[in-house]
């Protein structure tokens, strides 16, 4: 290392990188259950590849590769790249990190910081990253951050992309607001529900004299993080992902004492991520017109273009009356006589028999189309998939294994062959529900991104074709709502600690963006609810106050000033306003919230000044209340004498 960048490492001689391989997510079945994300080839060669090309570039001397899914093939894979000499193991070493246990991002980082293996900063990336970013520059900035401002936790690296740009998912489009230091004031990501208005707190411009606000940014998914990242994750449950992260610290800032900072790519410097299908196309346009470079793919495995924009792979053998346009082939591919592949994503060992078409879909390894068949709108066939003569595939998932979840009304295709179910409205939202079925629609590639920001968030033909299993898009508020439902019913039943349950409901607060009113709120009204209350043999009240007495750690971690009794008076009101049990002894639970130090004397009056006066729950008060008051009067005139 250079004297110049002597200071990059720090505490440490060497620069450190950590790459997350799972995505714990469900967004690449049905390849996901026999391909880790890590090794799904990505234009001829593993996606894990790539990254580890762009970290060696970068100057990254150690990686550590975190797994927590199909750790042998991660493994053989490093291994055997080791052992090949390629270009990545020549400067940079790989240690595999294996914890079948984790189940998020954030369950990750704790095990590490549990581990205590990273000496200073380094560089985070999340999966499927694929980049031909300089870090030097970014990690020397970071490090100036930091001596200025102790706080510095991370810097988020985000690239310029206009309105139409290729590689830019509508799924995770971004308004960041900053200070003239870039240091994050705001951050949200939009579009996911078609949001067309933003709420910037008032803050964010009292108290900046200079505020940038900008919307024209791609996610690289790379960050540089400061020693004291993982160490909040550890301290922080709630933190599973780090979007949680980045909420957090701008959420409880005071408290953390963590800020974020981000820096903008230009010019010829690109990254991204595979997040979705949607990405994965992308990313593959842009490797093949060598967008990244020096990331490129394989060139000993990458022939010159076939037909109209088609990338093929190595010893492909393709018929010359086959169409090909727009699509990226495979090594080993067999294609026969009068295919059709337009905007097709082959991937290695495949076998297309002749007159068969494949338009804007997915075919993964080792998989057979027979003669005659098509495959459209969106469609993924998984690997080791078997299709008979003349199959039709639209907008569906297909695998070679029998699912386990389905028994009687399974589709079978073929003897190798099973398309997944895709739920009903009325259907819980499964791993191969609606969620996926939006995200498929959007599996056009060129077409799509020669759209603007709104046509991309309007139903596009694809979208029409799915409206049969569309559900309407739950409010946030009341996602969250049934979230703390669920825990705190789990938590009863279980006898779980009430800090663990304020984690989970921390948790779904950060994931569902809700305002602390709202929290106040929906756990009071959570906890009268829930459904134990109403067992048979069981009078209400002694039912209720037992789950108050049980939750009452909960109600003191939320009711702690007046405005947060008054969420909790309101939400009294309310639930007693439709559940007659409640209404009918609400003197009795205000007597306990009061006597219990949740709830002053104070702001019971002043609620119930606003209490409509001719309202049932008004009347069932009224003793109460009056006793509050001649209590009042008493003790006035005590102080009097």
Same mark, same amino acid.
């Given at each position: 290392?250079?004297k110049?960048?002597?200071?990059?490492?720090? &505490?440490?001689d060497?620069?450190?990188?950590?790459?997350?391989?799972?995505?714990?997510?469900?967004?690449?079945?049905?390849?996901?259950? *026999?391909?880790?994300? =890590?090794?799904? /080839?990505?234009?001829?060669?593993?996606?894990i590849?790539?990254?580890?090309?762009?970290l060696?570039?970068?100057?990254?001397e150690?990686?550590?590769?975190?797994?927590?899914s /199909?750790?042998?093939a991660?493994?053989?894979?490093?291994?055997?790249s080791?052992?090949?000499n390629?270009?990545?193991?020549q400067?940079?070493?790989?240690n595999?990190?294996?914890?079948?246990?984790?189940?998020?991002?954030?369950?990750?980082?704790?095990?590490?910081?549990?581990?205590?293996?990273?000496?200073?900063?380094?560089?985070?990336?999340e999966?499927?990253?694929?980049?031909?970013?300089?870090?030097?520059?970014?990690?020397k900035?970071?490090?100036?951050?930091?001596?200025?401002?102790?706080?510095?936790? =991370?810097?988020?690296?985000?690239?310029?992309?206009?309105?139409?740009?290729?590689?830019?998912?509508?799924?995770?489009?971004?308004v960041?607001?900053s200070?003239?230091?870039?240091?994050?004031?705001f951050?949200?990501?939009?579009n996911?529900?078609?949001?067309?208005?933003?709420?910037?707190?008032?803050?964010?411009?009292?108290?900046?004299?200079?505020? +940038?606000?900008?919307?024209?940014l791609?996610?690289?998914?790379?960050?540089?993080?400061?020693?004291s990242?993982?160490?909040?994750?550890?301290?922080?449950?709630d933190?599973q992902?780090?979007?949680?992260?980045?909420?957090?610290?701008?959420?409880?800032e005071?408290?953390?004492?963590?800020t974020?900072?981000?820096?903008?790519?230009?010019?010829?410097?690109?990254?991204?991520?595979?997040?979705?299908?949607?990405?994965?196309?992308?990313?593959?346009?842009?490797?093949?017109?060598?967008?990244?470079?020096?990331?490129?793919?394989?060139?000993?495995?990458?022939?010159e273009c076939?037909?109209?924009?088609?990338?093929?792979g190595?010893?492909?053998s393709?018929?010359?009356?086959?169409?090909i346009?727009?699509s990226?082939i495979?090594?080993?591919?067999?294609?026969?006589?009068?295919?059709?592949?337009?905007?097709?994503?082959? =991937?290695?060992?495949?076998?297309?028999?002749?007159d068969?078409?494949?338009?804007n879909?997915?075919?993964?390894?080792?998989s057979?189309?027979?003669?005659g068949? &098509?495959?459209?709108?969106?469609?993924?066939?998984?690997?080791?998939?078997?299709?008979?003569?003349?199959s039709f595939?639209?907008?569906?998932?297909?695998?070679s294994?029998?699912?386990?979840?389905?028994?009687?009304?399974?589709?079978?295709?073929?003897?190798?062959?099973?398309?997944l179910?895709?739920?009903?409205?009325?259907?819980?939202e *499964?791993?191969?529900?609606?969620?996926?079925?939006?995200?498929?629609s959007?599996?056009?590639?060129?077409?799509?991104?020669?759209?603007? *920001? *709104?046509?991309?968030?309007?139903? +596009?033909?694809?979208?029409?074709?799915?409206?049969?299993?569309h559900?309407?898009?739950?409010?946030?508020?009341?996602m969250?709502?049934?979230?703390?439902?669920?825990?705190?019913?789990r938590?009863?039943?279980d006898?779980?600690?009430?800090?663990?349950?304020?984690?989970?409901?921390?948790?779904?607060?950060y994931?569902?963006?809700?305002?602390?009113?709202?929290?106040?709120?929906?756990?009071?009204?959570?906890?009268?609810?829930?459904?134990?209350?109403? +067992?048979?043999?069981?009078?209400?009240?002694?039912?209720?106050?037992?789950?108050l007495?049980?939750?009452?750690p909960i109600?003191?971690?939320?009711?702690?000033?007046?405005?947060?009794?008054?969420?909790?008076?309101?939400?009294?009101?309310?639930v007693?306003?439709?559940?007659?049990?409640?209404?009918?002894c609400?003197?009795?639970?205000?007597?306990?919230?009061?006597?219990?130090?949740?709830?002053?004397?104070?702001?019971i009056?002043?609620?119930?000044d606003?209490?409509?006066?001719?309202?049932?729950?008004?009347?069932?008060v009224?003793p109460?209340?009056?006793?509050?008051?001649?209590?009042?009067?008493?003790?006035s005139?005590?102080?009097?004498?």
């Open positions: 290392m250079s110049k960048d002597s200071d990059i490492g720090q &505490k440490s060497i620069i450190q990188a950590v790459i997350i391989a799972d995505s714990f997510g469900n967004e690449f079945l049905p390849l996901s259950n *026999d391909v880790p994300l =890590m090794l799904l /080839h990505l234009v001829n060669k593993p996606l590849e790539y990254t580890l090309e762009f060696s570039f970068g100057g990254v150690e990686v550590f590769l975190f797994c927590c /199909h750790v042998d991660i493994k053989e894979y490093i291994k055997n080791q052992n090949e390629v270009i990545w193991s400067t940079t070493k790989v595999i990190i294996i914890s079948e246990s984790c189940r998020s991002f954030g369950d990750c980082l704790r095990d590490l910081d549990a581990k205590g293996l990273l000496r200073g900063n380094f560089v985070l990336c999966p499927g990253v694929v980049s031909n970013i300089k870090l030097l520059p970014i990690i900035k970071h490090i100036e951050s930091s001596a200025k401002d102790k706080g510095t936790a =991370m810097t988020l690296i985000y690239q310029e992309a206009g309105v139409g740009q290729y590689g830019r998912c509508p799924r995770e489009e971004i960041l607001a200070n003239s230091d870039n240091r994050v004031l951050h949200k990501k939009i996911y529900n078609n949001e067309r208005k933003i709420n910037f707190p008032l803050e964010v411009f009292l108290e900046n004299n200079c505020v +940038s606000i900008q919307h024209n791609k996610d690289t998914h790379i960050a540089i993080c400061s020693p990242v993982l160490p909040l994750f550890s301290d922080n449950f933190f992902t780090r979007d949680d992260f980045i909420k957090g610290l701008l959420m409880n005071e408290i953390l004492g963590s974020v900072y981000w820096h903008l790519i230009k010019g010829n410097q690109h990254g991204g991520a595979i997040t979705n299908w949607r990405m994965y196309q992308a990313l593959s346009q842009e490797l093949a017109n060598h967008w990244f470079y020096p990331i490129i793919p394989d060139v000993k495995k990458y022939s076939f037909g109209r924009g088609a990338a093929v190595h010893n492909c393709i018929s010359e009356s086959s169409n346009s727009k990226i495979g090594n080993n591919v067999t294609i026969g006589r009068n295919v059709t592949l337009e905007n097709a994503y082959i =991937m290695s060992d495949v076998k297309i028999c002749n068969c078409i494949v338009s879909s997915i075919v993964g390894p080792k057979i189309l027979r003669n068949c &098509k495959v459209t709108f969106g469609s993924v066939v998984g690997a080791n998939v078997e299709l008979n003569k003349e595939i639209e907008n569906s998932l297909v695998q294994k029998r699912p386990e979840d389905d028994y009687d009304d399974v589709d079978k295709l073929g003897e190798r062959a099973y398309r179910k895709l739920v009903d409205d009325d259907e819980e *499964d791993i191969v529900g609606n969620k996926l079925a939006r995200r498929f959007r599996l056009h590639l060129d077409e799509d991104y020669a759209k603007s *920001d *709104d046509d991309s968030l309007e139903s +596009s033909d694809s979208e029409d074709g799915l409206s049969h299993v559900s309407p898009v739950p409010d946030d508020t009341n969250f709502f049934s979230e703390v439902i669920d825990s705190l019913t938590g009863f039943e006898k779980l600690q009430c800090d663990n349950l304020i984690l989970e409901i921390n948790s779904s607060r994931a569902y963006n809700v305002t602390l009113k709202e929290v106040n709120y929906n756990v009071i009204k959570a906890i009268l609810n829930l459904p134990f209350q109403h +067992s048979s043999g069981q009078q209400y009240l002694p039912a209720l106050l037992r789950t007495e049980y939750f009452s109600l003191k971690n939320y009711i702690r000033n007046n405005d947060a009794m008054e969420d909790c008076l309101q939400a009294i009101e309310d007693a306003a439709s559940n007659n049990e409640l209404c009918e609400i003197a009795k639970v205000l007597n306990w919230f009061y006597d219990r130090d949740h709830i002053t004397e104070e702001a009056l002043l609620w119930y606003k209490l409509d006066k001719i309202s049932r729950v008004n009347a069932r009224v109460f209340i009056k006793w509050l008051q001649e209590a009042e009067e008493a003790s005139s005590e102080e009097s004498e």
